[in-house]
């Protein structure tokens, strides 16, 4: 059993970076670099991380806003290339955590309709290229689109539903 509280105070300002504290988790970030530490109340599991950018973020949609068709839009953004160093905690045992990982933040939800659904995945290859594509359905409509970013490179290539074939979504 674990106990669990959702307590959201007023946060900091920082300068280009983040900071949010909660009672279990504390998330401080910037210039490519993010610090995440968290423990449950009972001190059973606890996690201390640093993750930091080994390329550039990447703008979905070509200049970070991506399209639902008529349905509206979002900013979009993801950091695809994070190395991860840190200890997760359970129990008695501390195991070192080293490896990586992906990022991604979406927001200002511009959807004119509350039941979109969607379908949304990503991999990074072995040679650190990015690719991120998603499948949105709105009745008998759909719209494929992508992002293609080549590693240790800024520029990402907009993807259509031409250019792939998602099965089984």
């Known amino acids: 059993a674990y106990a669990q509280e959702r ?31 968290g423990a449950m109340t009972d001190g059973s599991y606890a996690l201390d991380l640093v993750l930091a950018d080994d390329g550039e973020p990447v703008l979905h949609g070509g200049d970070g806003y991506i399209r ?25 045992e501390v195991l070192a955590v080293n490896g990586r990982a992906w990022f991604d933040r979406q927001w200002g939800r511009d959807v004119r309709n509350p039941f979109l659904k969607w379908a949304w995945f990503s991999i990074r290859l072995d040679d650190g290229t990015a690719l991120m594509l998603y499948h949105f359905v709105d009745g008998d409509a759909s719209l494929d689109q992508g992002t293609l970013s080549e590693a240790n490179s800024s520029v990402a290539f907009g993807l259509e539903s031409g250019d792939f074939t998602m099965n089984g979504v």
């Open 7 to 37: 307590t959201i105070l007023p946060q900091p300002v920082v300068g280009d970076g983040f900071q949010f504290i909660t009672p279990l988790l504390t998330l401080v970030g910037g210039d490519g670099r993010d610090y995440v530490s």
């Open 68 to 92: 639902y068709g008529t349905d509206g839009g979002a900013f979009y953004y993801s950091r695809p290339r994070l190395s991860v160093t840190g200890f997760l905690r359970d129990g008695d």
